[in-house]
């Protein structure tokens, strides 16, 4: 099967980040993007002060213009591009979204926005040992050599590999929410709620995407 990396699809990206943006805080054991103090976007200013929107939220004028009087934007326009970077250079990029198809991609961007990107990849972890080679790979959270090329190598096996996976990772996803809760049912609800969204997203792009791999079209850098 061909393995069509998210990126090549145009709208992979565009789409989940539409997702993220409407399914609202992350987890409460996130300690990479937690929602406190003033927040746009998803986006906290305590967490992130260096983001560049907060200089055109401080200003609060709706439009500007360059210094030589040539170029005009419109803020609105320039925030949501800075909003859509922010999420694509520390969350998509960060967590290779852009090399994987797209159901695993947007289920890999959702969790490292909701939970963090280095509980992002043991998710992704744990499913493979589960699935493929128990225990074989060390579930630290590194995307190193050995789980890149354990993941390619079930990519590039039946269709089928690809949909048991991301629903292995899912149900991982869904097992630690259970168990970071602690009984409260208002979380616990949440975070199902939230997988369940996922998952019709997920196989949305299962139907509208067609797989097939050509050797060394992945992209997963295994050479690293």
Partial sequence: MKIIAAESTGTTFDTALDFVLKAGAPCTDNLENTFRGEMYMGIS???????????????GETRAVRSDGILEFDAATALLGLVR????DNFWK??????????????????????????AFRFLQEAMNCLFDAGRLEVDGIFRRDSRQALETILKGHDWY???????????????????????????????????????LVERHFRE?????????????VSC
């Avoid at 200013?45 to 200003?59: C, Q």
């Avoid at 970077?85 to 694509?88: H, P, T």
């Avoid at 990772?169 to 369940?196: F, K, N, P």
């Fill in 45 to 59: 200013r305590i967490v992130n002060p260096e983001w560049p929107g907060w200089f055109v939220l401080d200003r």
């Fill in 209 to 221: 995407s067609a797989y097939a791999f050509a050797c060394g079209e992945s992209g997963l850098g």
């Fill in 162 to 200: 690809l949909k048991v996976l991301v629903a292995e990772v899912l149900r991982v996803r869904q097992a630690h929410c259970d168990a970071i809760s602690c009984g409260r049912r208002e979380i616990m609800s949440g975070c199902r709620a939230r997988r369940r969204a996922l998952k019709c």
């Fill in 85 to 88: 970077s922010f999420y694509r």
């Fill in 94 to 119: 960060a967590v290779f979204a852009d090399t994987m198809p797209a159901p695993l991609a947007v289920a890999m961007f959702d969790s490292a926005v909701a939970h963090g990107r280095n509980r």
